[in-house]
């Protein structure tokens, strides 16, 4: 599995009362690709960072595999909505993609010792 984790902050013409109405929507129609788009696990939407965060939002995804990140990337689904509603109203992205660790293989190995 792989995750696929992207961070943006509102681009500042982006009046602060509307903020809250558009990462909703963002939440809404980015976790709505999940059983959309092939390979895409999992999708959670996060609106509510830390105050010690660099970033006003973040998107945190679960995909099968390595190459499922461009799949998804380019996928037509995908694309309307980052098109539609994220890309007008952020700036500041920050990605990073990562294999996740299987906790139980590294049990399972650390038993054989």
């Not at 976790?31 to 959670?44: D, R, Y």
């Not at 105050?51 to 945190?60: E, R």
């Amino acid at each position: 599995m792989v995750h696929h984790i992207v961070m943006w902050n509102f681009r500042s013409e982006v009046p602060e009362e509307d903020r809250a109405a558009r990462m909703k929507d963002m939440a809404e129609h980015l976790e709505g690709l999940v059983g959309t788009i092939p390979g895409l696990l999992s999708a959670k939407f996060i609106t509510t960072p830390l105050s010690s965060s660099t970033h006003d939002m973040a998107l945190v995804t679960t995909l099968e595999k390595a190459e499922d990140v461009a799949f998804y990337g380019s996928h037509p689904a995908h694309v309307n909505v980052a098109d539609t509603y994220v890309r007008p109203y952020v700036c500041d992205r920050a990605c990073i993609d990562y294999e996740a660790v299987s906790y139980t293989h590294l049990r399972a190995h650390e038993t054989l010792r």
